[in-house]
């Protein structure tokens, strides 16, 4: 029980590990997660997963399958894909079919396999890899319309290549016992009906039980976990596999129903999914018998050739006919189509079907099945930027600041970064504000900045900060709650208001917790008001070009009441000065700092762009 413990608490440590690597050397964390498995398992011989977790090893993998499925299902809504429908249902379609007739042959005529062990790998070539897609589509920036079809297709052609794999197996078991395709089709749509009434069935009432609070709101991630695993496990009575399609279709169903609290469920499942996925890879790859890997490496290295170079493309090109799609989206779309855990575990449980029928010679389904997951998704993470860059797809980095007001200090420090080249949002529901921004050409948004019209309509594009600057202490409270899963805690800002100067206001209990506030800007010692009044009394923003550290005190000894706020880099990256954090200024850098009326700048003056 101690070594197993063990065991546990070291898949756990080193899928942190990679996780942590994988952000700091932005690459996908799968990499590092197959490598650290393979080094583990095979190489090491310290890890043997099968032997380890015994009859438990495929209901652990199949159940995390399920809830990694659901939680990319729930972030499928059908108002985020207009325009892209007909693209998506060729690809779940004509792309399905194209990818695994071609498949096939390759696998068939050009590796010499047996036929149906080529059945089974062309089937898994169908499906996608939406837990590697997503952090691959992260670095890469593609334009919205490429994020959204790679990301809808991921997730949903995962359990459609699950039940080609199911119905492609069924037929090769009638080969072996009645030679009668009747029975298949009749479990194919047995198969199909029961899932679909299952998942949209669970995921309804359970979807009207939180709208109208029959559920406790603590319960509401348990009561969800809970249900998938049981949608999961009643679905898989009629066959292994219907299980992904009901739990993807009650996701679906769930994502989709008005009034559903979904970003708190997500923010729960993104979680577990994280650590599932983490764990789930190390395991799977340390399972791999490394003479089976090393012998397959040239065929699985011929298919993975096949796949990027001619099927792929293929597919999506036949799938765009009056999709409206430009050929360069296309063209990168064709690139990026990394398999990954669903692919895996389709090896691994047909694999244990192949022995039930008395196939024992299937070591290259899993071998050959890695080799193709370990290249597509290390030559895709590594080009598929490149590309982007090349086709002029990519979306510009997040340097933007979402700036929650238009009032004269948020106006000054948009028009201040602006002159930078670092792009500025303000959005607003003040409409004298917004009519002056928009005299001064800034961009602007004129509306509640939490609404769900700010939801559908603000354009976040480039945007990878957020500045609270609003008059309204509550508006800047809840931007911040409501942008801190987009932009990341780290680059939410906020800023005491006027309210914050009264000794009975500034008590705890009368002010919003801390976490829900960001980062303080500037100082912790000065206020909104105090800002807009220096504005008044003609302060302004002057950009000084500086040498070290010592300039920035001497400016400082000389001038207290001028104010640091940013340091801008010699590659125009814009550093926040935030509550306690340290100046540390650089040769060629510039501080923009507020500066009092009359202010005699010794230093030559920043070049403005």
């Known amino acids: 029980m101690d070594a197993l413990v063990l065991t546990l608490a070291s898949i756990g440590f080193v899928s942190l590990f990679c996780q942590w690597l994988a952000w700091r050397i932005k690459l996908p964390s799968i990499l590092l997660l197959l490598f650290a498995g393979i080094l583990m398992g095979p190489i090491s011989g310290w890890l043997a997963p099968s032997k380890v977790f015994g009859q ?233 018998d490394l003479p089976s890997l090393i012998s397959t490496l040239q065929p699985g290295f011929l298919l993975f050739l096949a796949l990027q170079l001619i099927i792929r493309p293929i597919a999506v090109t036949l799938s765009a006919f009056r999709s409206g799609l430009h050929w360069r989206e296309l063209m990168l779309i064709s690139w990026i189509a990394p398999r990954g855990i669903i692919a895996a575990t389709i090896a691994a449980l047909f694999t244990i079907r192949f022995h039930s029928i008395g196939m024992t010679h299937t070591e290259g389904l899993v071998s050959i099945t890695f080799t193709v997951i370990i290249l597509t998704v290390l030559f895709q993470s590594l080009t598929a930027g490149f590309l982007a860059d090349w086709l002029g797809v990519r979306e510009p980095s997040a340097q933007g600041i979402l700036i929650i007001g238009a009032n004269p200090i948020a106006i000054a420090i948009a028009q201040a970064l602006n002159e930078f080249n670092i792009p500025c949002l303000l959005a607003t529901s003040n409409w004298c504000d917004i009519t002056t921004a928009k005299s001064l050409q800034l961009q602007t948004y004129y509306g509640n900045p939490i609404s769900e019209h700010a939801d559908r309509h603000l354009d976040l594009v480039g945007i990878g900060k957020l500045f609270s600057l609003s008059n309204n202490q509550d508006i800047n409270t809840l931007a911040c709650m409501r942008y801190v899963s987009e932009f990341g805690r780290q680059h939410i800002y906020s800023i005491l208001n006027k309210a914050a100067k009264n000794p009975v206001i500034n008590a705890i209990k009368h002010q919003a917790a801390s976490r829900h506030q960001g980062n303080r800007l500037f100082s912790n010692n000065i206020t909104l008001d105090e800002l807009n009044t220096r504005m008044a009394q003609g302060h302004f923003i002057q950009a000084t070009p500086m040498e070290s550290n010592a300039a920035v005190n001497e400016i400082q000894a000389k001038h207290p009441d001028a104010l640091p706020l940013f340091i801008i880099g010699n590659d125009h990256t814009m550093t926040v000065i935030a509550q306690d954090r340290k100046i540390n200024i650089k040769k060629g850098q510039t501080l923009l700092s507020l500066r009092p009326p009359g202010f005699i700048n010794n230093t030559q003056e920043a070049p403005q762009e």
């Open 56 to 288: 438990l090893f495929i209901p652990i993998i199949n159940i995390s399958a399920a809830i990694i499925l659901f939680e990319g299902s729930l972030t499928l809504n059908f108002k985020h894909i207009k325009g892209l429908g007909i693209f998506i249902r060729n690809l779940l379609s004509i792309g399905v079919i194209v990818t695994f007739v071609l498949s096939f042959i390759t696998t068939y005529c050009l590796l010499k396999l047996n036929w149906q062990i080529a059945l089974i790998i062309a089937a898994i070539c169908t499906v996608a890899g939406p837990t590697v897609i997503t952090p691959m589509l992260r670095s890469v920036r593609a334009n919205a319309r490429i994020t959204k079809a790679l990301k809808w297709e991921g997730i949903l052609i995962d359990p459609i290549g699950v039940i080609l794999a199911i119905i492609t197996f069924s037929l090769i078991a009638s080969y072996h016992t009645d030679h009668t395709a009747w029975p298949v089709i009749i479990e194919f749509l047995k198969l199909v009906i029961f899932a679909t009434v299952m998942g949209l069935s669970i995921g309804y009432c359970l979807g009207k039980m939180i709208v109208y609070h029959w559920l406790p709101d603590y319960l509401y991630n348990v009561a969800i976990l809970i249900m998938v695993i049981t949608c999961y496990a009643i679905a898989n009575l009629v066959d292994e596999g219907s299980g992904l399609l009901a739990v993807t279709l009650m996701g679906i169903c769930l994502g989709n129903m008005d009034n559903m609290p979904i970003d708190d469920i997500i923010g729960f499942k993104e979680s577990l999914s994280i650590m599932l996925i983490s764990g789930l890879f190390i395991i799977l790859a340390a399972d791999i």
